[in-house]
């Protein structure tokens, strides 16, 4: 962590080269979860270009306050994500994104069941909110911890765990209902 926090200070200072290795360990993740929401890779990349821009245009006003700077990505990966659908006014279909997107080994699908195919879980992921959906990709996906999930989403850790146990719930409803042959 202290090496990212030089990485940090230096990009605050205005130095392109660290804010350049920031983006490389973060870009994957960020592109991850943008794509698990607008399942375009075109407007997840777009997306994902704009998060990192507005990064470097607010980085001299970023403070370290104990929380990962990834927190601090993903809240505005997450605000752009809102923004790019209340412009495109365009439902998201969690249902069309491709397997190598998840794999990582799909921690989501290890953790649910490993019997379980990937479609069956996108299917039931999109018919969660929009708040279940980002807890259960950033905690299962993006191996997030809770406080690090709070921090991005502006929210208490314990809103956070309740979010993901209802997520879960549903999940599992979703998953546990017959399907059709």
Known sequence: MQEEELLIQKARAGDRNAFGKLYDTYA?????FI??????????????????????????????RGFPFSSWLYRIAGNAVIDHYRTAR????????????????????Q???????????????????FDQQNVLIMKFIDDLSTKE??????????????????ALKHLKRHLDAPRPR
């Open 35 to 64: 794509f698990l929401k607008v399942s375009n890779r075109q407007d997840a990349e777009d997306l994902t270009h704009q998060v990192f821009v507005n990064a470097w245009e607010s980085m001299s006003r970023f403070e370290l």
């Open 111 to 129: 953790t649910l069941d490993q019997s379980l195919d990937v479609t069956t879980v996108r299917a039931a992921l999109a018919k969660l909110e």
């Open 90 to 109: 365009v439902h998201q279909d969690l249902g069309t994104i491709p397997e190598e997107v998840v794999a990582e080994p799909s921690k989501l699908e």
């Open 149 to 166: 999930i709070a921090q991005a989403l502006s929210k208490s850790e314990g809103a956070i765990r309740v979010i993901q146990h209802r």
């Open 28 to 32: 994957p993740r960020i592109y991850r």
